[in-house]
C-alpha cells in the first residue's frame, strides 16, 4: 500500500523567502512583504549574480516575489479562491 503525503501552504503563510549560497551554504531570509530586489551577495559576500548566458533571473524571480507579496493583501481574499502550494513531504 502506497501512502503519499502533500504539504499544502496559503501565500499567507509564507514566512521568509530564503536565498541560500551555493558557494558557502549561508542563508538569507527576507519576509515576503520586505522585499524589494534579490540580495547581490551573501552574507559571506560571495557575489551572486542574476545573469545566465541566455537570461536574466532577476526579473522573473523578482515579478514573482513581488506577486507573492501583493497576493498576500487583504484584497484579494474576496476575489472567491486562494492561491495554494503543494509541496511533496520531504524525504528523511
Request: with cysteine.
Amino acid at each position: 500500500m502506497t501512502f503519499e503525503h502533500k504539504i499544502i501552504v496559503g501565500l499567507e503563510e509564507i514566512k521568509a523567502v530564503i536565498f541560500r549560497c551555493n558557494s558557502c551554504g549561508a542563508s538569507t531570509a527576507i519576509g515576503p512583504d520586505e522585499f524589494v530586489s534579490i540580495p547581490k551577495q551573501c552574507p559571506n559576500e560571495h557575489a551572486w549574480t542574476t545573469e545566465s548566458p541566455t537570461t536574466s533571473i532577476d526579473p522573473v524571480s523578482a515579478r514573482f516575489l513581488r506577486s507573492v507579496r501583493e497576493l498576500r493583501k487583504p484584497i484579494y481574499e474576496k476575489l472567491g479562491f486562494r492561491v495554494l502550494l503543494e509541496f511533496d513531504q520531504p524525504k528523511p
